[in-house]
T-cell receptor, first 116, second 109 residues
Framework: GAGVSQSPRYKVAKRGQDVALRCDPISGHVSLFWYQQALGQGPEFLTYFQNEAQLDKSGLPSDRFFAERPEGSVSTLKIQRTQQEDSAVYLC??????????????FGPGTRLLVL | KQEVTQIPAALSVPEGENLVLNCSFTDSAIYNLQWFRQDPGKGLTSLLLIQSSQREQTSGRLNASLDKSSGRSTLYIAASQPGDSATYLCAVHTDKLIFGTGTRLQVFP
């Protein structure tokens, strides 16, 4: 079946521009996660949804970052007034399980964001 | 604060060698530990997941061990192949998934 998909795959933004990154999880997956991966680093947790509820947003680096999952399926990560330090790959993952922590998370290919 | 460290950061070996990748973590209170593979420009593929009550998992040429009390895991790759070239990431599950910085592996023919 279809895996996790993300769009766009690449995004170039001018500093100060707003961007929106989309994640389509595997159908029926309860949990959805966003991660930020800087060049040469491992992914870092941003936020977690269980269905439509955002249960953990402790990893969001600033109030310029906002995520939503209004119908418990597709999720959007929005970054307002982008800064150069926001340049990274943004990964989305989903899981069948409510916590998503005790079983495998399935990752999308990521969106590579470059802020000029 | 949980920290995950992987050594070596990079490894280049000829085809056929047996390899050991190391992962260490600072807090033993984990649900499980997972090894992933990441190819350039692609997402992460799960290789092995070891529950906290287990000591090892095997899949094909891959074997991962977990010593929770000492905060260590190793990924053993037998008879390496050029197709194994990728970045290998370990991650521990606490209240979230915490990743190491990865080992970049290159296997040349």
């Amino acid at each position: 079946g279809a895996g996790v998909s993300q769009s766009p795959r690449y995004k170039v933004a001018k500093r100060g521009q707003d961007v929106a990154l989309r994640c389509d999880p595997i159908s029926g997956h309860v949990s959805l996660f966003w991660y930020q991966q800087a060049l040469g680093q491992g992914p870092e947790f941003l936020t977690y949804f269980q269905n439509e509820a955002q249960l953990d947003k402790s990893g969001l680096p600033s109030d310029r970052f906002f995520a939503e999952r209004p119908e418990g399926s597709v999720s959007t990560l929005k970054i307002q007034r982008t800064q150069q330090e926001d340049s990274a790959v943004y990964l989305c993952a989903s899981s069948w399980y409510p916590s998503g922590l005790q079983e495998t998370q399935y990752f999308g290919p990521g969106t590579r964001l470059l802020v000029l | 604060k949980q920290e995950v460290t992987q050594i070596p950061a990079a490894l280049s070996v000829p085809e056929g060698e047996n390899l050991v990748l190391n992962c260490s973590f600072t807090d033993s209170a984990i649900y499980n530990l997972q090894w992933f593979r990441q190819d350039p420009g692609k997402g992460l593929t799960s290789l092995l997941l070891i529950q906290s009550s287990q000591r090892e998992q095997t899949s094909g040429r891959l074997n991962a061990s977990l010593d929770k009390s000492s905060g260590r895991s190793t990924l053993y790759i037998a008879a390496s192949q050029p197709g194994d070239s990728a970045t290998y990431l370990c991650a521990v599950h606490t209240d979230k998934l915490i990743f190491g910085t990865g080992t970049r592996l290159q296997v040349f023919p």
